[in-house]
């Protein structure tokens, strides 16, 4: 809102907005294809309630195409199709929490999580992330479990971080959970997975049982108005309580042109080229600027340690917007989302630089 | 579910399934029109996220059909588009109700009211409709009013019995609520307004200050599965809380694309051509056959008086499917949508023969 403000004040060209996560890579033609030919059939049809879960078509597709990717066995009964991850995560949230428990967030995080296990009547509870890599604090989850705790909720790609979690972060995560006295649920939420730069993204049901995967077209299809995405679960019981809760949460079903359009497009790789040429410019940037930052694996995000203290404040007198990572639960560092035009970021350089100037004086 | 299974049995035709609620009239033409345009744009900006209460112009578009229509004065602050009405009632149960709090519903009523009152952890508080008309008993309303009632949910015309409350109905509903010595929200369920057959639909807020109106695309332009729809809310302290609950529910913002049309084609009108053939053609069958029931006002159901006490198991038998009351929260009546093909009609008139002959024998 205050980027919007002070554009209308300064410019549109003079205020270098970092502080979005709209994505920025064209939605692929397939899915404007694909919603046009859609369009062309039987509209009563075409428009009618699906049940609940989805549409079977659109199940099976997202099915085989979890199993033909992870060489892991989905069918559709393990998909749900929700109306976006933020449905997802919240149906998620009230199906396998009660009142009372718990649900371990790794910090920095989405800020939302906490607004849904709220919602859920449960209580999250925040675990440091490593402060070097920001990968999983593994001992540090540890530590916080208790017999109340229902959940952990993980995010990779990362935002605000930008990391993925390795392959051996998530056996390390997984044996602890499997070390509890009861079953926890690790939930993942998974919108950025197929924006990455080269660095796998392990497929978390392999390595722990009790795993539930959240995802989205938001990302992916550069669609993230349409609110279409998908919950897999293979577990009978939390399958059956997460359509419970989506229910009373006032879910009936997933758009249902989306539905059908998420389906047909669900093994479509985005254009990742733009966020990898932003990456690589900021990341030089701030080597030669001297501002720390995580290696930025995944999503389109930039995380970067505050040079001073009121640095957020600094960058917002050169007409330069950044979150700040209290917004994440975490105090000291900064999110940049770099979903921008690239000649935005060459033309922030100079005030960048004036900013570290400031710091430096 | 039944049905289905019915119809791979003895075939589609034998089937005379009266048990659904799918809009068969066809979308208009320019609801299709409209989104075939809109994939046209810059998809990027097109499927953005909107801001949680939607887009600006589609804000607009409703207030204005609203002040128009109901010559009401409303303006783009009163509306928060939905991903459906589902959503929308769900989240304004959340945000005027608290725990403990009533719900006063009128029965025979949709039962989801009771999930989302629930949800909100309230109490649904059923007060049967006057037993000839199904309109709004008024008194039972006023006994039933406690320190604890948050609000009343009204759905005109209504599902199931398509009665549309009167004028004077409404008038005296809203002096026992401004009797009442707290302030109660009136909640008006109206997805049917613009299926009706002749007779006027009151505007409610006309009539009580503390109304909210929750509408949506749904039977109106035949589109049910795409969930689009909105909230009208003048009182600024309960829009606020309708968009902190939606949040918390998981709503980010109403699917864009639909978002978008259906600002466009808000002031279309739905063909009640097919429904109004059905309806006079069960009339006339029912009048014939001697089976009581409520004058179809509106929406696409007929409510009827079930002649004996397994009235609905008999018509099963004869492969007729209805819905018994009792999942109305009422005993000794059943429903029929008439949102069916007028030959399926035609063709189950001797099945329902046969089942008042059982019946009277």
């Known amino acids: 809102m205050y980027g919007l403000e002070r554009k209308k004040i300064v410019g549109e060209d003079n205020v270098y907005d970092f502080s979005i996560g709209n994505p920025r890579s064209t939605t692929p033609q397939v899915a ?34 979890i199993s033909k990717t992870y060489d892991y066995p989905a069918s559709p009964e393990n998909i749900f199709v ?22 371990i967030v790794i910090a920095p995080y989405f800020p939302e999580y906490s607004v849904w296990i709220k919602n859920a009547l449960a209580t999250p509870v925040e675990v440091m992330a490593d402060p070097e890599t920001f990968q999983i604090d593994v001992n540090a989850v540890k530590a916080a479990i208790t017999d109340k705790t229902a959940a952990v909720i993980i995010n990779s790609p990362c935002n ?19 070390d509890a006295d009861h079953k926890i649920y690790l939930v993942c939420d998974e919108p950025y997975r197929k924006i ?3 660095k796998a993204v392990p497929w978390v049901p392999k390595y722990y049982e009790h795993t539930i995967v959240c995802d989205s077209a938001s990302k992916t299809l550069s669609m993230p108005g349409e609110r279409i995405g998908h919950v897999f679960c293979n577990d009978k019981k939390a399958f059956d309580a997460i359509s419970g809760s989506a229910r009373a949460l006032g879910h009936v079903c997933a758009p249902v042109l989306f539905q059908r359009m998420y389906g047909k497009c669900i093994d479509v790789q985005p254009d990742v080229s733009v966020y990898d040429t932003n990456r690589k410019l900021l990341t030089k940037m701030f080597d030669e600027l ?3 930052y995580v290696d930025p694996q995944g999503a389109f995000y930039l995380w970067a340690k505050s040079p001073c203290e009121d640095f957020v404040q600094k960058c917002m007198d050169r007409d330069i917007l950044v979150v700040p990572s209290d917004s994440f639960g975490i105090q000291g560092w900064f999110r940049i989302g770099y979903c921008v035009s690239t000649e935005m970021i060459l033309n922030s350089m100079l005030a960048w630089k004036r900013v570290m100037a400031n710091v430096n004086n």
Chains 1, 2 share one sequence.
């Open 160 to 178: 605000p971080t930008g990391a993925i979690y390795s392959e051996q972060n998530i056996k390390d995560l997984s044996a602890v959970l499997n």
């Open 290 to 292: 001297g501002i720390t």
């Open 32 to 65: 404007t294809d694909t919603l046009k030919k859609l369009l062309d059939e039987d509209p009563v049809s075409l428009h009618a309630y699906s049940v609940a879960a989805g549409h079977d078509e659109v199940r099976e597709q997202i099915a085989d195409y």
């Open 196 to 198: 990455n730069y080269g």
């Open 82 to 103: 929700t109306t976006g991850a933020a449905e997802a995560i919240a149906s998620v949230m009230c199906a396998i929490a009660v009142e009372g428990e718990e649900v």
